[in-house]
């Protein structure tokens, strides 16, 4: 049976009214197809994997049409609902990051992440505002799940950064957002007090700033826990110590618990 974009929406959507989901992220078609069999309910794409993939750094060195034809490559792969990274947009203007949203809808996305920072920096709280509604207004709620994410605790330190953290989540909500992505939390107390003080659903990456497990996560009050480019450089890190192990002795134990060409094929083959 083929589920509409709608109903992926809406599927997507309903997670975040729940106790708490893991979000995977992937980078290519192969990788969102295997995540799909294991059983995740939906999948996020990761601008930093598919960057990597390409040969490039993360951080807006590939451009969005590049991009939008991953993101196109990675939600034609799968049944299950897809967000994308959308990294701040591709664009210096709003009306710019509602064009990119659009695009991203139209290729079957059915969310995205959008930042609010870009070269470092973060836009005025006043000129980010009106990107996310920019962004909710190329894709009506309801429709695409749109997750604002706030880089405050990239740029900053302090007290001073949480009031600026809460202050940015309600005005992207009040916006348009349906969940609130801050990235860069590294300590559990802040997690909860973010989760407490945000008055819509909290998206945490793990894995990157912090190494908190994911029902852990929930207990704090998460309700989204991504991965970013977690699973991407777990990946590269298994092939660049099987390389290393070629390159010294030539032995294969990386093979050891790998699985078979058969049982790869199959999976492809589904």
């Known amino acids: 049976m083929t589920t509409s974009l709608t109903q992926k929406a809406s599927a ?10 893991v979000l995977p992220n992937a980078w290519d078609a192969g990788s969102a197809r295997l995540l799909e069999q294991l059983g995740f309910a939906a999948i996020a794409t990761t601008s930093a994997g598919i960057a990597w993939a390409n ?7 590939m451009d ?3 991009m939008l034809e991953h993101v196109a490559r ?6 299950i609902p897809v967000s994308a990274d959308l990294e701040s947009g591709y664009s210096d203007t709003s009306e710019g990051v509602g064009y990119t949203v659009a695009r991203a809808a139209a290729l079957g996305a059915v969310g995205a992440n959008i ?4 070269a470092g920096g973060l836009f005025g709280i006043d000129e980010a ?6 962004a909710r207004a190329a894709a009506p709620k309801g429709s695409f799940v749109l997750n604002a994410r706030t880089d ?16 940015r989540a309600v005005r992207y909500l009040e916006a348009g957002a349906d969940c609130i992505f801050v990235p860069a939390v590294g300590d559990a107390e802040t997690t909860r007090r973010l989760a407490d003080a945000i008055p819509g659903p909290l998206n ?15 207990s704090l009050g998460v309700t989204r826990v991504s991965l970013g480019g977690s699973l991407a450089r777990a990946a590269l890190s298994t092939l660049e110590r099987a390389g290393r192990e070629l390159l010294e002795t030539g032995t294969l134990s990386f093979l050891d618990g790998a699985m078979s060409y058969g049982e790869v094929q199959r999976r492809y083959s589904e």
């Open 152 to 167: 405050t605790y990239f740029v900053g330190k302090g007290e001073g950064v949480f009031a600026e953290t809460v202050e």
């Open 74 to 79: 990675i939600a034609a792969a799968v049944r």
């Open 115 to 118: 930042e609010d920072a870009n």
């Open 129 to 134: 505002t009106a990107r996310v509604a920019a």
């Open 204 to 218: 945490i990456v793990a894995g990157l700033a912090n190494v908190i497990d994911a029902p852990t996560l929930f």
């Open 12 to 21: 997507l959507l309903a997670l975040h009214a729940g106790a708490g989901f």
């Open 64 to 66: 969005r049409d590049t």
């Open 55 to 61: 040969g490039m750094p993360d951080g807006g060195a």
